[in-house]
């Protein structure tokens, strides 16, 4: 049987092992706002490097991880802060750029300062990919863990249970549930692994796709009501704060709804709007059954991402005309 596995190489694996040896104050850091990959990278990160070195292993992620993700083990000690004089080496995991990681000043001091920078992303190449010591890059990889899984294969580590919960999380909050393009034979059979490790499947069911809130559920409705199909064919959706407010809900909880919105057969892409402050709009973009690579849509707006999945956040508002909703 021959499965399609992009590789991280032994090398790599090697060159990660020697750094990490070497370092003994290790910051490993994800981006803001962040999803299940890059909370469960954070934390199948912390192992692989504690099974190298008994090195300080301090995680960080701006804004705080999303309820559904609190059940990993360990999830409550990631830090939504730090001090730059603290760390000899920082790992970026999931970033896409350096400006995601909410720290882009600090940490570029942090590198003026001789510190050491390992990145490990399965985003196309960004600013980060020249300014680290060592770069762990696999775009085609589904999700970051899937990179992290091979370096844990590659260096014999042992996958126990939690450890497992956490590799299979990211591959399956990336893939959008094992559904977008990117789950590949290689996908499947690591997440088989993975099961096969103990990855807690009933748990991870329990808190991400059976844990839907009646004011998430009502936000969900309320983004779906106002679809409007633009002149080119894109299925779009506006939530604002006041929404969020008067729903009793938050930000967390349009989790994965962006999908919904291109499961209409004619829509060749969706992008979900969020107001997340007065004047500051989330932007979601999804095109997983055309041809349309909406990363480029997102750069011109300063993002970023995948052909198939990115976003972006811009300084202005939202407003519907004759065409359907607009970013002014
Ligand atoms: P989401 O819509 O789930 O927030 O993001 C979809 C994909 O685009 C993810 O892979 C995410 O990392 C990437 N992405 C979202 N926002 C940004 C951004 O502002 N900059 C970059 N470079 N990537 C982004
Ligand atoms: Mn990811």
């Known amino acids: 049987m021959c499965y399609k596995v992009k590789m991280i190489s032994l090398q790599s694996a090697i ?13 490993i850091i994800s981006h803001e706002r962040p999803d299940g990959d890059s909370v469960s990278s954070l934390l199948s990160l ?21 309820k559904a993700f609190r059940f990993l083990p360990g999830a409550q000690n990631i830090l939504s ?24 000043g600090r ?36 999700s970051a863990t899937e990179i992290i899984y091979q370096l844990i294969n590659k260096l014999k580590v042992q996958i126990n249970p939690n450890l497992a919960t956490m590799l299979y999380t990211g591959l399956f909050t990336d893939t959008g549930s094992f559904q977008h393009p990117v789950t590949t034979s290689g996908v499947l059979k690591a997440a088989s692994e993975l099961l096969a490790s103990g990855a807690k499947f009933k748990e991870l069911r329990q808190n991400l796709t059976y844990n839907k809130s009646l004011p998430m559920l009502k936000l969900w409705g309320l983004v779906l009501e106002r679809i409007k199909i633009n002149k080119y064919n894109f299925a779009v959706s506006v939530v604002t704060k006041e929404d969020m407010e008067k729903i009793g809900a938050n930000e967390d909880d349009l989790a994965g709804v962006v999908n919904l919105l291109e499961s209409i057969p004619e829509c060749c892409a969706a992008m979900l709007l969020v107001e997340v402050e007065p004047n500051v709009i989330r932007g979601s973009l999804r095109s997983n059954k055309s041809k349309i690579d909406v990363s480029g849509i997102a ?14 956040t811009y300084n202005g508002y939202v407003k519907m005309d004759k065409d359907g909703w607009k970013v002014l």
């Open 46 to 66: 912390r192992e692989l490097i504690c099974s190298i070195n008994s090195a300080e292993v301090t995680l960080v992620s701006s804004n705080g991880v999303p």
């Open 299 to 312: 750069k011109l707006l300063d993002g970023g991402g995948h052909p198939r999945a990115a976003g972006f």
């Open 81 to 104: 802060d730090f001090l730059c004089g603290d760390f000899d080496l920082v790992v970026t995991v999931d970033c896409g750029d350096l400006r995601r990681t909410g720290f882009a």
């Open 15 to 27: 060159a990660f092992k020697e750094i990490i040896s070497s370092h003994s104050k290790v910051m």
């Open 107 to 142: 940490i570029s001091k942090m590198l003026d300062n001789k510190v050491a920078l390992v990145n490990v992303d399965h985003h196309p190449k960004n600013d980060l990919h020249k300014l680290s010591t060592l770069n762990i890059f696999d775009s085609s990889a589904a």
